[in-house]
């Protein structure tokens, strides 16, 4: 099991730019075999994932909606994963999460807070 800490969150004006982080915590699993992904909860919506990583980090997928803003890097070594946010739109505003990108997944953490907005 992996205990997932997120972060880097704010309230940042159109334009702007953001990077979360991804700590697993606790990790009893090797953080290192598995892709995660990111994920995006917008207000009074469904999760959705917006991208993810490979294991090795070679691999990367993104959605549209953020594709050619957003980069997506993790760091083994400090079981970290990234997202690099530019450009950043009000319809980027929701909760984010990361995770396996797909089930079964590992608990889910608290997220951290995105609200773009002038």
């Known amino acids: 099991q992996v205990q997932l800490v997120e972060s880097g969150g704010g309230l940042v004006q159109p334009g702007s730019s953001l990077r979360l982080s991804c700590a697993a915590v606790a990790s009893t699993s090797p953080f290192d075999v598995y892709a995660v992904a990111w994920f995006r909860q917008a207000p009074g919506k469904g999760r959705e994932g917006i991208s993810c990583?490979?294991?090795?980090?070679?691999?990367?997928y993104y959605s549209d909606s953020v594709k050619g803003r957003f980069t997506i890097s993790r760091d083994n070594a400090k079981n970290m994963v990234y997202l690099q946010m530019n450009s950043l739109k009000p319809e980027d505003t929701g909760v984010y999460y990361c995770n396996k990108p797909r089930a079964p997944f590992w608990s889910w953490g608290q997220g951290t807070q995105v609200t773009v907005s002038s």
């Open positions: 990583i490979s294991s090795t980090g070679e691999d990367t």
